[in-house]
């Protein structure tokens, strides 16, 4: 019969032992199981994809709106000041976080926008930079149709040139709890 490795030590061994490592505190099993853990962790991924997914569904290729033609680009929603889109113009709302969509194709550049806007609805960051750049015009048409559709987008308005000027588009962002800090 198989001797338990308990069983075999003799108690000066134990002894020894016993004065070799000193006083000891027994360690605690925690309370949480790992199984536990790991389906939290799957349910916050998923909570996190429907949001980028929801942010994703309001951005149509189909949708065109009837945005200004002539002068720089710029919009107020529904229902918001039309001084918000001046104040932007003029500066006085400076942007927390840049995008720059350098070199993405169209539908990543969606994504990367989708992403930044819900990143400023997570942070409290009411004004964001999104540098477009002019090249073929294609995101530079593109950009402020999605926009436009996005609910929590109140006004946006071409960049001054330290921004990025007329490749650029300062947007600000609705928050629903009135934190603007202004700089």
Not at 63 to 74: D, H, Q, R, V
Not at 104 to 114: D, P, R, T, V
Not at 142 to 153: A, C, E, F, I, R
Request: glycine share 6%; aromatic share 8%.
């Amino acid at each position: 019969m198989a001797m338990k490795f308990k069983d075999a030590l003799n108690e000066n061994e134990k002894n020894i032992f016993k004065e070799a490592i000193g006083k000891v505190k027994p360690i605690k099993q925690d309370t949480i199981h790992p199984q536990t853990l790991v389906s939290k962790k799957k349910s916050i991924q998923q909570k996190q994809k429907k949001e980028f997914e929801k942010q994703q569904f309001f951005f149509s290729d189909e949708f065109e709106p009837n945005l200004e033609t002539k002068g720089p680009m710029k919009y107020v929603k529904e229902g918001v000041d039309a001084f918000e889109a001046k104040l932007l113009r003029r500066g006085e709302y400076t942007p927390e976080l840049i995008l720059d969509l350098h070199g993405l194709k169209q539908q990543e550049s969606k994504q990367e926008i989708a992403a930044l806007l819900a990143a400023c609805i997570k942070q409290h960051v009411n004004c964001a930079c999104i540098i477009h750049g002019i090249g073929n015009r294609v995101l530079k048409t593109k950009v402020p149709h999605w926009l436009v559709q996005h609910p929590d987008v109140m006004a946006f308005h071409q960049a001054p040139l330290e921004y990025g000027g007329d490749g650029a588009l300062l947007v600000l962002i609705d928050l629903k709890d009135d934190l603007f800090c202004k700089s």
